[in-house]
């Protein structure tokens, strides 16, 4: 008993004297135990929109928040003071984002899986398990005419732009992603990435390649919000998009600007806006970059549900492709916009996301599904198959 009662006491004094080992991943260096805390400066007031009436579907705008789990949701609307514009879904459901081969998904696996309907490999981009090519959501809505439009905050070859726009086996091979963006047929592109198009070692420069397409190419935001008609392809950094404290508004305008483009379209549009650099927050355990990534994100919902509803048929779903950070709220105070979180993980979890949707036959997104639903659903309403 004595040897047993010794063991235990040195067990005790060697874990006590461990320390979890700093993260090293993006700019962030925080003990993984650390409760990290955070006020908002700037708490900002919401929408208010009423569920359309009808029932026909045109137009269909799919937003993901890259890695935004319910417990970062819940985070961002305490340190908002209870208020999100995510608070005007009448419908949610429930999602799982596994991958084909692996129970932790990447965005690779999460993003084909909506934009193809099948699930597929880690670290896949467009392409089924056996490495096959799938059409995805875009491909679709422009072989049946409707205009397109994908507008993120990360590179373009980077996965979820990718997933939609690309396809290789392996994500990491951007270089080849870039190449295949001379084959798509979408309307209106804008994110980061630049140098995948012009620093290459096949020595190619893909801007021209896509203004022989027919493109116009836009290398800055001032380029970008000049041109009223026609295709756009607007890689306008060298890599991501700046955080959102720097950045502003850009990213709001330019998802706006791609709706009032495409929108001009009579037979209607399908549009993929992602707020992608939630995801590198969770990665970083960077709880202010959080926040200010999701309101960045919510503002925009706010904006893109003012129009829906004026529309009147226009689809509107928000969700995440995984979660990223195993994020804890632990404690905060809705009055003062205060909270306390805590994360368990550098990299993604299995956590099932939330489904948000909003106009006609929004309730078909309502229960519990698998992230290939999410293009099942939306090629049913759009009639794509």
């Known amino acids: 008993m004595k040897k047993l009662i010794l063991f235990l006491t040195v067990a005790a004094i060697a874990l006590a004297g461990c320390k979890t080992e700093k993260l090293t991943e993006g700019n962030y260096d925080k003990q993984e135990n650390d409760k990290l805390t955070y006020t908002n400066p700037a708490p900002y007031?919401?929408?208010?929109?009423?569920?359309?009436?009808?029932?026909?579907?045109?137009?269909?705008?799919?937003?993901?928040?890259?890695?935004m789990g319910l417990t970062q949701i819940s985070t961002a609307w305490v340190a908002n003071?209870?208020?999100?514009?995510?608070?005007?879904?009448?419908?949610?459901?429930?999602?799982?984002?596994?991958?084909?081969?692996?129970?932790?998904?990447?965005?690779?696996?999460?993003?084909?899986?909506?934009?193809?309907?099948?699930?597929?490999?880690?670290?896949?981009?467009?392409?089924?398990?056996?490495?096959?090519?799938?059409?995805?959501?875009?491909?679709?809505?422009?072989?049946?005419?409707?205009?397109?439009?994908?507008?993120?905050?990360?590179?373009?070859?980077?996965?979820?732009?990718?997933?939609?726009?690309?396809?290789?086996?392996?994500?990491?091979?951007?270089?080849?992603?870039?190449?295949?963006?001379?084959?798509?047929?979408?309307?209106f592109i804008f994110g980061g990435g630049r140098?995948?198009?012009?620093?290459?070692?096949?020595?190619?420069?893909?801007?021209?390649?896509?203004?022989?397409?027919?493109?116009?190419?836009?290398?800055?935001w001032d380029e970008v919000k000049s041109v009223t008609t026609g295709k756009v392809f607007a890689p306008i950094t060298d890599g991501q998009l700046p955080m959102a404290p720097e950045r502003g508004t850009l990213w709001q305008d330019a998802a706006m600007h791609a709706i009032d483009l495409i929108s001009k379209d009579?037979?209607?549009?399908?549009?993929?806006?992602?707020?992608?650099?939630?995801?590198?927050?969770?990665?970083?355990?960077?709880?202010?970059?959080?926040?200010?990534?999701?309101?960045?994100?919510?503002?925009?919902?706010?904006?893109?549900?003012?129009?829906?509803?004026?529309d009147g048929e226009t689809l509107v779903i928000v969700l995440a492709d995984h979660e990223t950070g195993g994020l804890t709220l632990l404690d905060g105070d809705i009055e003062t916009g205060y909270v306390e979180g805590h994360f368990s993980s550098g990299g993604h979890t299995d956590i099932q996301v939330l489904v948000y949707a909003y106009g006609p036959h929004a309730e078909t997104f309502t229960g519990t599904f698998e992230n290939t639903a999410i293009f099942d659903k939306i090629s049913s309403v759009l009639k794509l198959q």
């Open 266 to 310: 009579e037979d209607g549009f399908f549009a993929m806006l992602e707020g992608s650099r939630i995801d590198d927050c969770g990665h970083w355990h960077d709880l202010p970059a959080l926040m200010g990534e999701i309101y960045d994100f919510d503002q925009t919902i706010g904006k893109v549900l003012q129009w829906a509803e004026k």
């Open 195 to 220: 140098r995948k198009f012009t620093e290459r070692e096949d020595q190619r420069n893909l801007l021209d390649a896509m203004k022989e397409r027919g493109y116009a190419v836009a290398m800055t």
């Open 45 to 67: 007031e919401t929408v208010s929109v009423q569920q359309p009436g009808g029932q026909k579907v045109k137009n269909v705008i799919l937003m993901i928040g890259d890695g």
């Open 81 to 187: 003071q209870g208020k999100l514009n995510l608070d005007n879904f009448p419908y949610t459901g429930v999602m799982r984002t596994y991958a084909a081969n692996k129970l932790i998904t990447d965005s690779g696996a999460a993003g084909t899986a909506m934009a193809t309907g099948q699930k597929t490999n880690y670290h896949s981009v467009g392409v089924d398990v056996d490495g096959n090519e799938i059409p995805s959501l875009i491909d679709l809505s422009a072989a049946k005419g409707l205009s397109t439009a994908v507008v993120v905050t990360c590179g373009l070859t980077d996965a979820t732009p990718a997933d939609f726009l690309a396809s290789n086996p392996d994500r990491d091979n951007e270089e080849d992603l870039a190449a295949d963006f001379l084959e798509t047929d979408a309307d």
